[in-house]
Every structure is written in C-alpha cells, then in structure tokens.
C-alpha cells in the first residue's frame, strides 16, 4: 500500500517540474517490479478490507519470520544442479535454465551439454499457465545470455554457438523447445548478428505454416521473441509483420489462450520503448501506441460488459491524445464494473500478465495513460 501511494502521489505532481518527472519515471520501475516479484497478488491488494489489512500489520513479525525461514529452504544453484541430476523433470530443468552457467568450472562445451538434456526434459507445451509460459520464456532468454556470456569468454563467435544451438534439433521430439533456444539467442546478441535474426524468423514461419510446433503458442512466442530483436533495426517493417501474424492470431482465435503469444506482445512494446529515444521515437511511439491499444481491448473483451472508460484508454492511447475526463474516469471504476467472463478468465491472466511488462511503457506516451492504467489493474 506505501508504494502504491507513492507512485498516485508521484503521478498527481506538475509535470513541469524535472524531480516529478524523475519521481513518476522511478514510480513507474517501482510499479513494474512489484508486479514481477507479486504477481496477480499485487492486484488483489485493491480488495482487501481495512480489518483484513490490521491482521497483515499484526501478523508482520511472524510473516517475516516465515519469509526467512521459506528462503533459508530455497535451493541454490550447486543444489539445483544435483535435484536435475537425481529428478530431471519439467521444473528441476526450467529451474536449472536460469542458473545453467553457473560455477567457477563453467564452459561452453559443459552448458551445452546440459542443454541437449533439457531440451528434452521441460514439456510445457499443453500447459495453459501463462506464469509458467512466462517463466519457461524468461528461462530460455537467461539460459543463452549464459551461453553467450561463456562463449565470448572463449572466443567462440556467435554463429558457432548458433550453428551448436541448431544441432539440438536432432534431440527433440519436437520444435518448441530447441526454437525456443534458437529465438532466445537471437533475442540476446541482436543486432549483432543481423543474419541470424532472419535466419530464425524464416525458420519460424517455416514450422507455423506446417503446423510442426506441438503448441502453436510456443510458435507466436519464438516470433514475439524475434520481433523484439527487430526492434533495432530501422526501418522496422520487420517488427511490423511480427505484430500483424501475433494480432492476427489472436484474433482468430478469441476464445484460446494463447499466452506465449500475449507474452511476446508484451515484450516486443517493452524493447521498443527501451529502445526509444528523441532521434527515433517518430519510428517507436506508433508501434508502442499500437501494442498498447491492443492490449488494453484484450483486456476490455475478456470482461462481460464493455466498459468506456477502458475502451476510452485504448482509444487514448492508440491516438496519443489524451482527453481531460480520461484519468477520473478510470478512477471511479469498481471491482463489480470489471466481472471477468468465465470463458475468458485464462486469457484475462494472460493478458495481465502481458502488461506487467508494458506498464512502464504507457508514460512513453503520457503519463496521464500510466495514471489511467494504474487505477484500471
């Protein structure tokens, strides 16, 4: 509740003042790692009742001595390697992805080994967890910023490793998981190796059009992936082909999930802002504005009723004009204006999930739209 004081306080300060920009620019980080470390939580602390937050701050003490307790449990990374060697499964692998370079005798050749079995071992493909499509994303993307890392320090070049990553397709019963691996590193040394950028996202289409990924979701990933490493390059007519197969795919099918998708739409509008700056924002702030819109009416089509003020943020956001009502009248939104279809409550998850990456971005537009998201989530 402090934090989410401040960053309302933050972003009702005048605009004109340099500190209040600082102050909502830290707000808007601050919102955004909060959503990343609690998740949906963050968002049930709007329900919570005066009574239920005194039993929080009476039980303060013992939580905190819960938390210690829950992280003394946590394994570290020498533990994580043994529980894949003794147990190797879905999670023991998706968690050994995020700490797969680790130890001082580390090497290329050691990483890739352990990457060849995981590649076979983590089988998320029938999986409708968008926290767990997310984590295995975000594995993936660590897992090769590993294996990068390791290979500069042995001066193995970028289209070896890459060439490496390829011959992991002869162990996998399908694509999803070594074109995960493939999209990933091209996601990490993009725009160094331009070629391989086109290489992969050839080989992406490739493997949609004949239907060959076991999820179809995983295949939208890996070009979400890809399209964020076109973000680079000017012009980005590369970047807006990935939009128009993702939105597009979305939109047929409506009633899917379809989170890896969402997922990568998420990071596509997080990259273009991160790349965005004043001699290049005429090329940025339209595809922001576009993904962001975008996601705002997936948020607005999973509920019952339509609601304006949601709508009206969308249409705010994809023009870039704000009207004055726009921040009042997200404002006054109740929990009971925002029910959630029951058909569409994955997608919903999907969807929030999706903007706890894009966030940030809507200051890129105006801070009014960050104002006016905050109070909707």
Same mark, same amino acid.
């Given at each position: ?63 905190? =001595? ?11 990374? +020498? ?6 060697? +003794? ?16 130890? *001082? ?11 060849? *079995?995981?590649?076979? *071992? ?5 999986? $409708?967890?968008?926290?767990? =499509? ?18 500069? =320090? ?37 725009? *160094? ?18 239907? %060959?990924?076991?999820? =179809? ?27 128009? +197969? ?42 922001? !504005? !576009? ?27 994809? $023009? ?8 009042? %009248? ?16 994955? !997608? ?22 960050? +104002? ?6």
């Amino acid at each position: 509740n402090t934090i989410r004081d401040v960053i309302s306080m933050g972003l009702k300060m005048k605009m004109t003042d340099d500190f209040s920009l600082s102050l909502v620019k830290l707000a808007a980080k601050i919102l955004h790692f909060e959503n990343d470390t609690l998740g949906p939580l963050l968002w049930n602390k709007r329900s919570l009742s005066i009574s239920a937050v005194a039993r929080e701050r009476n039980g303060t003490s013992m939580k905190k =001595k819960q938390k210690a307790n829950v992280l003394a449990l946590l394994p570290n990374a +020498e533990q994580l390697h043994d529980m894949y060697g +003794e147990s190797p499964s879905s999670a023991t692998a998706m968690a050994l992805l995020y700490h797969i370079g680790s130890g *001082d005798d580390s090497s290329f050749d050691r990483i890739l080994d352990l990457l060849s *079995d995981i590649i076979c *071992d983590i089988h998320v493909q029938g999986s $409708t967890n968008p926290v767990q =499509k997310a984590l295995n994303i975000a594995g993936w993307i660590e897992a090769m910023r590993q294996l990068n890392f390791v290979a500069s =320090k042995e001066n193995i070049e970028g289209k070896d490793v890459y060439e490496k990553i390829l011959s992991l397709s002869d162990l996998a019963d399908s694509p999803d998981n070594y074109m995960m691996a493939m999209a990933s590193f091209a996601f990490v040394v993009q725009p *160094d190796i331009p070629q391989l950028m086109e290489h992969v996202y050839g080989k992406v289409v490739n493997l949609l059009q004949s239907d %060959s990924f076991a999820n =179809k979701d995983d295949g939208y990933a890996c070009m979400g992936l890809i399209g964020a490493s076109f973000c680079n390059s000017v012009p980005l007519d590369s970047v807006d082909d990935v939009l128009n +197969e993702l939105e597009s795919s979305l939109s047929k099918q409506a009633s899917r999930y379809f989170s890896g998708a969402l997922y990568a739409m998420g990071m596509i509008v997080q990259t273009l802002a991160n790349t965005c700056t004043a001699q290049n924002s005429a090329h940025m702030l339209p595809r922001i !504005r !576009r993904v962001l819109s975008f996601l705002v009416l997936e948020l607005s089509n999973c509920l019952e009723v339509q609601v304006s003020a949601i709508v009206g943020l969308a249409i705010c956001v994809r $023009t870039g004009k704000v009207t004055t009502d726009l921040v009042e %009248s997200c404002k006054g939104l109740r929990m009971e204006d925002m029910t959630v279809r029951d058909s569409a409550k994955h !997608r919903c998850r999907s969807v929030c999930l999706c903007l706890s990456l894009a966030i940030p971005c809507f200051y890129n537009i105006h801070p009014d739209l960050l +104002e006016g998201i905050y109070h909707i989530l």
